[in-house]
């Protein structure tokens, strides 16, 4: 069983930049695919982005890529999120989650399928 928690939401102004955090336990954390994904009001939740098990494979999705960084520490059982040039349309909540068994996918789009474990999520705010 692996436990996410995500920080370092809150209420941001429009063009700034937040880094989300995502803490995991677990001794297993290095072999796991990890993705951000997000929710906003009245809205599925959709993809954002991935990182392989190593960090060196990086997955996005359209609406944000070339403005969030994906990123990760496994000595420090951690993957964050780098977001930059931030709009109101971002505002979300955006949720970390694990690929335990490595069945997972997800699209350019915002569509995904699977991942198997996840976090309560953190509020991310974006005022104009």
């Known amino acids: 069983q692996v436990q996410l928690v995500e920080s370092g939401g809150g209420l941001v102004q429009a063009g700034g930049s937040p880094r989300l955090s995502c803490a995991a336990s677990?001794?297993?954390?290095?072999?796991?695919?990890m993705g951000w994904f997000r929710q906003a009001p009245g809205k599925e939740r959709e993809f954002v982005a991935a990182?392989?098990?190593?960090?060196?494979?990086?997955y996005y999705a359209d609406s944000v890529k070339g403005r969030f960084t994906i990123s990760r520490d496994n000595a420090k059982n951690t993957v964050y999120l780098q977001m930059n040039s931030l709009k109101p349309e971002d505002t979300a909540v955006y949720y970390c989650?694990?690929?335990?068994?490595?069945?997972?996918?997800?699209?350019?789009?915002?569509?995904?399928?699977?991942?198997?474990?996840w976090g309560k999520g953190t509020l991310v705010t974006v005022s104009s």
């Open positions: 677990g001794r297993t954390f290095s072999s796991y695919a």
């Open positions: 990182i392989s098990w190593s960090g060196g494979s990086t």
């Open positions: 989650a694990a690929d335990r068994y490595g069945s997972s996918w997800w699209g350019e789009n915002g569509d995904y399928y699977g991942m198997d474990y």
